[in-house]
C-alpha cells in the first residue's frame, strides 16, 4: 500500500476517489518529491519498493499531470541526492523517453507557463 495514503478502508478510497478526481482536472499537476522513505533504520534505495505509491499517481494523473521536484537539500535527510534522483529516474524511464521528457521538464513548462 503506498505510504502516503490512509490505513483504513473507507478513508482509501475517499483518498483515491479525490486522488482520480484531482487528476482528471487538467490544470492541476502533482509534483513528484520526498519519494524515498526511512524504514525502521533502513532506507531502501530500489524502484521496487516505492513502486505502489509511484503507480498510484501515475494512474491518477498519467504522462502529463506529474512534475519532477527533488526537494533537495531536504532529502539529504533520507539519502543522497543521487540515490534519490536515481529511483524516480528508473521509474520515469521505464514509461517511455516521452513520459520521461514530460516527468522531468516539459510539464513544469507547461505548468509554470514558460516562455522560451
Known amino acids: 500500500m503506498p505510504f502516503n495514503s490512509p490505513q483504513d ?3 482509501r478510497a ?24 526511512r524504514f525502521g533504520d533502513r532506507v531502501p534505495e530500489d524502484v521496487e519498493s516505492y513502486r505502489p505509491s509511484l503507480d498510484e499517481l501515475w494512474e491518477s494523473f498519467g504522462a502529463d499531470g506529474l512534475i519532477y521536484g527533488s526537494n ?3 532529502s539529504e535527510k533520507v539519502a543522497p541526492y543521487e540515490k534519490v534522483f536515481k529511483v524516480v529516474f ?6 517511455g523517453q516521452l513520459a520521461a521528457e514530460k516527468y522531468f521538464s516539459q510539464n513544469a513548462k ?6 522560451s
Open 9 to 11: 478502508p473507507t478513508a
Open 14 to 37: 475517499v483518498y483515491k476517489d479525490a486522488l482520480r478526481e484531482l487528476g482528471m482536472r487538467g490544470q492541476v499537476y502533482c509534483k513528484v518529491s520526498s519519494v524515498l522513505r
Open 72 to 74: 533537495w537539500p531536504v
Open 90 to 95: 528508473d521509474y520515469f524511464t521505464s514509461k
Open 110 to 115: 507547461s505548468a509554470y507557463r514558460w516562455r
